[in-house]
């Protein structure tokens, strides 16, 4: 399935894979007297003023500096890892709630052609599948961390096919940047497998050229309010 322009209304009606979130639940009263009887104000001195609220960093959007097919460098102290999964919309979102990581974009990777448009991937001559690049603080998610939230947050037994999108533009795909990824990746496709009846059809191969995609495709599901497929897994019951 093509999707259409982001502006036409049938373009959002894919969306609605991930519940949206809400904010917690407001304290009762009886919680909020407890809690104050066991917080009593200490005296403040004259001219103090609150401490700001502290806030999560906000997830950056320029992963290894990604651009049309160029050397893709992190930070200092960054690591970089590229997941296929379906619609990248989706993908995206999913690693952008993931403790650790630092920045996401989404692209095209894995094909035969240079500088690909998303009409080009369309056509399903071109090789690409539609990629979110990572790059996350080592310290605070590990690799296998994010496999884990690969092998979560979409069906890998369907091959070229993640819902209503079908096309090798949707396959499932680790790339990896390094030997110790590639490892990571066999591993934990090998244990990922007995949790299936059906096999599982991800490949692993490294990242070639990662061609960044068109500014729309951006944190879409964030600029949208909308939460896209991919689709839940199909474990097998036992």
Same mark, same amino acid.
């Given at each position: 399935?093509?999707?259409?322009?982001v502006?036409l $209304?049938?373009?959002?009606?894919?969306?609605a894979?991930?519940?949206s979130?809400?904010?917690a639940?407001?304290?009762?009263? @009886?919680?909020?007297?407890?809690? +104050?009887?066991?917080?009593?104000?200490?005296p403040r $001195?004259?001219?103090?003023?609150d401490?700001?609220?502290?806030?999560?960093?906000?997830?950056?959007? %320029?992963?290894?500096?990604?651009?049309?097919?160029?050397?893709? !460098?992190?930070?200092?102290?960054?690591?970089?890892?590229?997941?296929?999964?379906?619609? =990248?919309?989706?993908?995206?979102?999913? &690693?952008?709630h !993931?403790?650790?990581? !630092? #920045?996401? #974009?989404?692209?095209?990777?894995?094909?035969?052609?240079?500088?690909? @448009?998303? /009409? %080009?991937?369309?056509?399903?001559?071109?090789g690409?599948?539609?990629?979110?690049?990572?790059?996350?603080?080592?310290n605070? !998610?590990?690799?296998?961390?994010?496999?884990?939230? =690969?092998? /979560? @947050?979409? /069906?890998?037994?369907?091959?070229?096919q993640?819902?209503? %999108?079908?096309? %090798?533009?949707?396959?499932?795909?680790i =790339?990896?940047?390094?030997?110790?990824?590639?490892? +990571?990746?066999?591993a934990?496709?090998?244990r990922?497998?007995?949790?299936? /009846?059906?096999k599982?059809?991800?490949?692993?191969?490294p990242?070639?050229? &990662?061609?960044?995609?068109e500014g729309y495709?951006?944190?879409?599901d964030?600029?949208?309010?909308?939460h896209s497929?991919?689709?839940?897994?199909?474990?097998? @019951?036992?």
């Amino acid at each position: 399935m093509r999707k259409l322009p982001v502006a036409l $209304p049938v373009l959002l009606a894919l969306a609605a894979c991930h519940p949206s979130s809400t904010g917690a639940s407001e304290p009762n009263a @009886s919680s909020t007297a407890v809690a +104050a009887a066991r917080r009593p104000e200490a005296p403040r $001195p004259p001219g103090a003023t609150d401490p700001a609220p502290t806030k999560a960093a906000p997830v950056g959007t %320029d992963p290894g500096h990604a651009g049309a097919g160029t050397p893709l !460098v992190p930070a200092p102290g960054h690591e970089l890892a590229a997941f296929a999964e379906g619609c =990248f919309w989706g993908s995206e979102d999913t &690693f952008r709630h !993931v403790t650790g990581v !630092v #920045a996401t #974009a989404v692209g095209y990777t894995g094909g035969h052609t240079a500088n690909p @448009s998303y /009409d %080009d991937v369309c056509t399903h001559t071109t090789g690409h599948a539609e990629t979110v690049l990572v790059e996350y603080d080592p310290n605070a !998610v590990s690799y296998e961390q994010l496999l884990a939230k =690969f092998w /979560d @947050s979409h /069906d890998p037994t369907t091959l070229n096919q993640q819902g209503p %999108d079908y096309g %090798d533009q949707y396959r499932s795909e680790i =790339f990896t940047l390094s030997d110790a990824q590639a490892a +990571a990746a066999r591993a934990s496709l090998t244990r990922e497998q007995a949790r299936y /009846d059906d096999k599982i059809t991800t490949r692993i191969e490294p990242l070639g050229k &990662f061609w960044k995609a068109e500014g729309y495709h951006q944190q879409y599901d964030e600029h949208t309010g909308r939460h896209s497929c991919p689709l839940p897994p199909t474990r097998k @019951s036992t």
